[in-house]
C-alpha cells in the first residue's frame, strides 16, 4: 500500500511536468508506475493483512518502509540524469522522506520544475510521516495502526486524537493539509510566485527546508515573506495534537499557553533569539531579520537560511548548533530530541537536587499536571543516552572518512537532527556534494535514525526482538 501511494505522487509530478512541458513527464511516469505495480504484486502475493499487528511487526515495517521509500524516491532522480551517481540519488531522497534538507544539488534556479516538485513532495510527504497516511486506509486492509502510530508518531507523549487509530491519522493530515494551503495562499498573496508558493509551503510545514533557489529566502528581499516563513515554521513546531485541540474547543490562546511544552517552547525561541541578536549585533552586518528567521529555521530544524550564518561569531553559531540537536515540540514534524524531553530532564535533574534535601520526601516529575511516571523517565534518560552516542559515533565515522572536525561534527548534528545545513563546509552556502561517498551514506544513516526516533531503530538489533 505505501509502494502504490508513493508510486502516485510521482504521477502527480508527471502531471507537473506536461503542464510546464519541460521534459521528464515520461520518467515519472515509468518509475511510478513500476513501483505501484510492485506494490499490487507484492499484495497479492502476500495475502490478506492479518487482523492485528504486534509491536514488532509495527516497528519493523516503519524502518523497512523508510530505506525501501527512500530507494524508490531516488529512481526519479537517476532516470532524469539530475544524480550521477546512485549514492547521490538516495542522499537527496533520504534527505527530502526524513524532512532533514541536506543537498548535494546545485543550479535550482534553473533546474526543471518536476525535479523541484518531487523533491517538495519528498519531504511533505515525510514530514507527518507517510505510514500515518496509510494507517487512515489501513481497515480496508483488515489490519491494525496503532502500532504503526506508536512507531511513527515523533516524540515521547502520544496523545489519542481520537478514539480510533484511523481517525486520528486522518485528523492528523487533514490539519496538516490545511496549514499546508493556508501557507502556500499567504506565500502567494505576499507576491511569491504560485509554483514556488506551493513549493515552499510543502517544504515549510513540514519542516523539510528544500527551496527552489540556492539561495533559499534569501532569494526573496520582501521581509513579509520572511516573517510569514517564520510565522508558518513555528506553527509547524507546534504539537498537532495542540492544534486539534484548539480548533475543536475554539480557537484561544490560553490552550496553547497552558500547554507545559508550548510555552517551554515559545519562552526559549524567545530568549536565543534576544540573546543571538545581542550577540551578533556586534561586529556584523546581520540583522534582526536574519537573527530571528535563523534561530526559527534551525530551531524547528526546517534548514531555511535567509543569509550564511556560519560567518557570525563562534558563540552564537556554537549555540544554534545546540538549538539544532533539541529541535521544536513533540507530535510535530520537526526533527531533534523534542523540547518536552529538554524540559522533562531538567525537571527531573531539579526533582533529585530536591531529594538531596527531602530523602524522605515523596515527590513526582510532573507534565501537564500529571505525574511523569517512573517508565517514562527512565525512557527520557536512555532516549537522550542513546542520541547523544549516535551524534558522537556519526561524527567520529565521517570524520575517519576524510572529513574535517568542524565539519564531521555539524554534519553530524545536521542530519541526526534533521536540520539540514549545517557549518563548515556543509553551511548555508554550500552543499552536501563535495563529502566522500562514505560520508555521504554514513549521514544517510543518521537521517533515518534520526527521523525513527533512535527507539524504533535500535530496538531491531536486540536479540529479543525476533524471538517468538
Same mark, same amino acid.
Given at each position: 500500500?505505501?509502494?502504490?501511494?508513493?508510486?502516485?505522487?510521482?504521477?502527480?509530478?508527471?502531471?507537473?511536468?506536461?503542464?510546464?512541458?519541460?521534459?521528464?513527464?515520461?520518467?515519472?511516469?515509468?518509475?511510478?508506475?513500476?513501483?505501484?505495480?510492485?506494490?499490487?504484486?507484492?499484495?497479492?502475493?502476500?495475502?490478506?493483512?492479518?487482523?492485528?499487528?504486534?509491536?514488532?511487526?509495527?516497528?519493523?515495517?516503519?524502518?523497512?518502509?523508510?530505506?525501501?521509500?527512500?530507494?524508490?524516491?531516488?529512481?526519479?532522480?537517476?532516470?532524469?540524469?539530475?544524480?550521477?551517481?546512485?549514492?547521490?540519488?538516495?542522499?537527496?531522497?533520504?534527505?527530502?522522506?526524513?524532512?532533514?534538507?541536506?543537498?548535494?544539488?546545485?543550479?535550482?534556479?534553473?533546474?526543471?520544475?518536476?525535479?523541484?516538485?518531487?523533491?517538495?513532495?519528498?519531504?511533505?510527504?515525510?514530514?507527518?510521516?507517510?505510514?500515518?497516511?496509510?494507517?487512515?486506509?489501513?481497515?480496508? =486492509?483488515? #489490519?491494525? /495502526?496503532?502500532?504503526?502510530?506508536?512507531? &511513527? %508518531?515523533?516524540?515521547? *507523549?502520544?496523545?489519542?486524537? +481520537? $478514539?480510533?487509530?484511523?481517525?486520528?491519522?486522518?485528523?492528523?493530515?487533514?490539519?496538516?493539509?490545511?496549514?499546508?494551503?493556508?501557507?502556500?495562499?499567504?506565500?502567494?498573496?505576499?507576491?511569491?510566485?504560485?509554483?514556488?508558493?506551493?513549493?515552499?509551503?510543502?517544504?515549510?510545514?513540514?519542516?523539510?527546508?528544500?527551496?527552489?533557489?540556492?539561495?533559499?529566502?534569501?532569494?526573496?528581499?520582501?521581509?513579509?515573506?520572511?516573517?510569514?516563513?517564520?510565522?508558518?515554521?513555528?506553527?509547524?513546531?507546534?504539537?498537532?495534537?495542540?492544534?486539534?485541540?484548539?480548533?475543536?474547543?475554539?480557537?484561544?490562546?490560553?490552550?496553547?499557553?497552558?500547554?507545559?511544552?508550548?510555552?517551554?517552547?515559545?519562552?526559549?525561541?524567545?530568549?536565543?533569539?534576544?540573546?543571538?541578536?545581542? =550577540?551578533? #549585533?556586534? /561586529?556584523?552586518?546581520?540583522?534582526?531579520? &536574519? %537573527?530571528?528567521?535563523? *534561530?526559527?529555521?534551525?530551531? +524547528? $530544524?526546517?534548514?531555511?537560511?535567509?543569509?550564511?550564518?556560519?560567518?557570525?561569531?563562534?558563540?552564537?553559531?556554537?549555540?544554534?548548533?545546540?538549538?539544532?540537536?533539541?529541535?521544536?515540540?513533540?507530535?510535530?514534524?520537526?526533527?531533534?530530541?523534542?523540547?518536552?524531553?529538554?524540559?522533562?530532564?531538567?525537571?527531573?535533574?531539579?526533582?533529585?537536587?530536591?531529594?538531596?534535601?527531602?530523602?524522605?520526601?515523596?515527590?513526582?516529575?510532573?507534565?501537564?499536571?500529571?505525574?511523569?511516571?517512573?517508565?517514562?523517565?527512565?525512557?527520557?534518560?536512555?532516549?537522550?543516552?542513546?542520541?547523544?552516542?549516535?551524534?558522537?559515533?556519526?561524527?567520529?565515522?565521517?570524520?575517519?572518512?576524510?572529513?574535517?572536525?568542524?565539519?564531521?561534527?555539524?554534519?553530524?548534528?545536521?542530519?541526526?537532527?534533521?536540520?539540514?545545513?549545517?557549518?563548515?563546509?556543509?553551511?548555508?552556502?554550500?552543499?552536501?556534494?563535495?563529502?566522500?561517498?562514505?560520508?555521504?551514506?554514513?549521514?544517510?544513516?543518521?537521517?533515518?535514525?534520526?527521523?525513527?526516533?533512535?527507539?524504533?531503530?535500535?530496538?531491531?538489533?536486540?536479540?529479543?526482538?525476533?524471538?517468538?
Amino acid at each position: 500500500m505505501l509502494s502504490v501511494l508513493f508510486g502516485a505522487g510521482m504521477a502527480v509530478t508527471a502531471v507537473v511536468a506536461l503542464y510546464y512541458q519541460t521534459g521528464h513527464a515520461m520518467e515519472f511516469s515509468a518509475c511510478g508506475g513500476i513501483i505501484i505495480l510492485f506494490g499490487v504484486r507484492v499484495a497479492r502475493v502476500s495475502g490478506p493483512a492479518p487482523s492485528q499487528l504486534g509491536h514488532r511487526d509495527g516497528f519493523l515495517i516503519v524502518i523497512l518502509a523508510w530505506f525501501l521509500l527512500s530507494l524508490f524516491g531516488a529512481a526519479p532522480l537517476i532516470a532524469t540524469g539530475v544524480c550521477h551517481s546512485i549514492v547521490d540519488a538516495v542522499f537527496e531522497s533520504v534527505s527530502g522522506l526524513t524532512t532533514t534538507g541536506a543537498t548535494i544539488l546545485t543550479g535550482l534556479d534553473h533546474m526543471p520544475p518536476s525535479i523541484l516538485f518531487w523533491r517538495s513532495m519528498l519531504q511533505w510527504l515525510g514530514g507527518i510521516g507517510i505510514i500515518v497516511l496509510v494507517v487512515a486506509v489501513m481497515p480496508f =486492509l483488515g #489490519a491494525g /495502526g496503532m502500532q504503526l502510530m506508536r512507531a &511513527e %508518531v515523533p516524540g515521547p *507523549v502520544k496523545d489519542k486524537l +481520537t $478514539t480510533r487509530v484511523s481517525e486520528t491519522a486522518k485528523v492528523l493530515w487533514t490539519l496538516y493539509l490545511g496549514i499546508t494551503v493556508l501557507c502556500a495562499l499567504s506565500y502567494g498573496w505576499a507576491g511569491m510566485g504560485w509554483f514556488d508558493a506551493v513549493n515552499h509551503a510543502m517544504t515549510t510545514v513540514s519542516t523539510g527546508g528544500f527551496s527552489t533557489h540556492d539561495a533559499s529566502f534569501g532569494y526573496y528581499g520582501k521581509p513579509a515573506l520572511h516573517i510569514l516563513a517564520v510565522i508558518f515554521m513555528f506553527v509547524s513546531g507546534v504539537n498537532f495534537a495542540l492544534h486539534f485541540a484548539v480548533m475543536r474547543k475554539g480557537v484561544s490562546l490560553k490552550i496553547y499557553l497552558a500547554d507545559d511544552e508550548f510555552r517551554f517552547y515559545l519562552m526559549g525561541l524567545c530568549f536565543f533569539m534576544l540573546l543571538i541578536g545581542l =550577540l551578533v #549585533a556586534h /561586529g556584523t552586518e546581520s540583522g534582526w531579520d &536574519e %537573527v530571528v528567521f535563523s *534561530v526559527v529555521s534551525i530551531a +524547528t $530544524t526546517t534548514g531555511f537560511t535567509v543569509g550564511d550564518y556560519s560567518t557570525w561569531a563562534a558563540g552564537p553559531v556554537l549555540i544554534l548548533l545546540l538549538i539544532m540537536l533539541v529541535g521544536a515540540c513533540a507530535g510535530s514534524t520537526s526533527g531533534g530530541m523534542k523540547v518536552i524531553r529538554l524540559l522533562l530532564s531538567f525537571r527531573h535533574a531539579r526533582l533529585e537536587l530536591r531529594r538531596l534535601i527531602h530523602p524522605h520526601g515523596v515527590m513526582h516529575v510532573k507534565i501537564h499536571n500529571h505525574s511523569l511516571s517512573s517508565g517514562l523517565a527512565e525512557s527520557l534518560w536512555g532516549f537522550t543516552i542513546l542520541y547523544l552516542v549516535s551524534f558522537f559515533v556519526i561524527a567520529i565515522l565521517v570524520a575517519l572518512s576524510g572529513v574535517d572536525v568542524l565539519t564531521a561534527l555539524s554534519a553530524s548534528a545536521a542530519c541526526l537532527s534533521n536540520t539540514g545545513p549545517g557549518i563548515g563546509d556543509v553551511g548555508p552556502a554550500s552543499t552536501y556534494a563535495s563529502l566522500p561517498e562514505m560520508s555521504k551514506i554514513i549521514l544517510m544513516l543518521g537521517m533515518i535514525v534520526g527521523r525513527l526516533e533512535i527507539y524504533t531503530f535500535f530496538i531491531i538489533f536486540i536479540p529479543e526482538f525476533w524471538r517468538k
